[in-house]
């Protein structure tokens, strides 16, 4: 990039092309640059035409576009920021060719947008792509250093026209197993078509109060996708073979680019063409190239003691197929337990209300009662108040994954007071709320 002043105006000039002046904008301007003593040079008029001759500014004045000028006062300043490429890579001006190589290969390592996930790792890998695919190149490289990255765009080289980093990174690993040097081969095409993993699938199972509490065994029957026999997952029809997508050309991404008053920007998506599998072929007559067809199952599954409703049990490998020999997706199975219509639960506990007559409350009594073990005798003291709360020991919910240790049973004693009484109890009440009155005056002393 090069910044001439015109008059009071300074103006980055991008490229080998300067921009396109109004005469009437240079006319008897002065450009003065540092250590030139007294010499000025005026700019020249042209009375035939409009504009400027569509040479360099500094072939015009015969000097170098490179040096900096000193700066007017109220003047202004219209500048671009270019990419450094050298610091890009982090190597001096005068690397050898070599050196260049050795470096981006260690970045392209480090920065691959399948290797390194961190955000940003894939414009890194591009500006790091962009640059040695300058440096590399002995004629871009010379444009360069001359011009800047000015240069290149004045010689046709902008920046949405540098190849597809992923191109430039497999030409320069090839033979290597994709990211070589102990990589796994990871790199470019062949990570773009990888196998993937199956989907989960969720399935909802009802079960009784009981079963819930003391865990039960069923059998149930789900739909899912899996491998398809015909082509063995591959989705290609038996007897043909993939051939490169032509979208894409094998990469599974395409990269599209957008010029806008800030700048270029990229984009990389999925290719649609082919799904990102980086390969077109000839779908499977039976899974319509999906590699992978619906079946039902039935799978006998062992629900342990203590679940409750929102629990949610894990079958591995038992749901959908992968792509292209991934690993099958896990099967879900989610609780939903019907209420009782006598007895509550309370996480580990089992809440219930025993009824007894105000006789039996004051007297005492023994009395059988419901729980999950079956009916069984509780005995009520003698004097119970209303509200009081009786415990059964171990009468409750088995611990999930712990089914010796169990909750407790809490029952609730609720007193009735009858509203209507025969003569006769009438009669008894009144004689024992007598004798409670004559006992008061006795107490008091």
């Keep these: 990039m090069a910044i001439l002043p015109c008059g009071t105006t300074w103006v980055a000039r991008w490229g080998l092309h300067p921009q396109l002046m109004p005469k009437h904008n240079m006319e008897n301007k002065i450009l003065t640059y540092p250590n030139c003593g007294s010499s000025k040079i005026r700019a020249l008029k042209s009375l035939s035409s409009t504009m400027f001759s569509q040479d360099p500014l500094h072939v015009q004045f015969n000097m170098r576009s490179s040096r900096t000028p000193c700066q007017k006062r109220g003047g202004r300043l219209i500048v671009r920021a270019d990419s450094d490429y050298y610091s890009v890579l982090g190597v001096s001006k005068n690397a050898s060719k070599s050196e260049i190589k050795s470096v981006y290969r260690k970045l392209a390592r480090n920065y691959h947008p399948d290797v390194n996930k961190e955000p940003g790792a894939e414009q890194k890998f591009k500006e790091i792509s962009n640059a040695y695919e300058v440096l590399s190149d002995d004629e871009k490289r010379a444009i360069y250093d001359k011009y800047g990255e000015a240069g290149l765009k004045g010689a046709g080289v902008g920046m949405g026209d540098f ?127 999906d590699g992978r067809v619906r079946k039902s199952k039935r799978i006998s599954l062992k629900v342990p003691a203590g679940v409750d409703s929102g629990s949610r049990l894990r079958v591995r490998s038992e749901g959908n197929a992968g792509r292209r020999g991934g690993a099958p997706g896990d099967l879900f199975v989610a609780i939903d337990v019907l209420p009782d219509p006598v007895l509550k639960r309370d996480d580990t506990n089992i809440l219930y209300t025993c009824k007894v007559s105000y006789i039996d409350a004051i007297l005492g009594t023994t009395m059988k009662v419901p729980t999950v073990d079956g009916m069984v005798d509780l005995k009520i003291p003698a004097g119970t108040q209303p509200g009081t709360t009786l415990v059964m020991a171990k009468k409750g919910v088995p611990l999930l994954n712990k089914p010796s240790m169990r909750g407790d049973q809490l029952v609730r004693v609720q007193v009735e007071i009858p509203k209507r009484l025969s003569d006769e109890e009438r009669k008894l009440i009144e004689e024992l709320a007598n004798l409670n009155k004559a006992k008061a005056p006795n107490s008091r002393r």
């Design 163 to 289: 190849s597809n980093p992923f191109d430039l990174f497999e030409s320069l690993f090839e033979g290597m197993g994709g990211m070589g040097m102990g990589m796994g081969g990871m790199g470019g095409r062949s990570s773009r078509n990888r196998a993937t993993d199956g989907e989960d699938q969720v399935y909802n199972l009802v079960l009784s109060f009981k079963e819930a509490i003391f865990g039960v065994e069923k059998e149930i029957e789900i739909s899912r996708l899996e491998s398809c026999g015909t082509c063995n997952g591959s989705g290609a029809k038996p007897g043909t073979v993939p051939s490169k997508c032509s979208m894409c050309g094998g990469q599974g991404q395409v990269v599209s680019s957008a010029r806008t008053p800030l700048g270029v920007f990229q984009q990389v998506s999925t290719c649609s063409a082919c799904g990102g599998a980086g390969e077109t072929s000839t779908p499977c007559n039976a899974c319509g190239g």
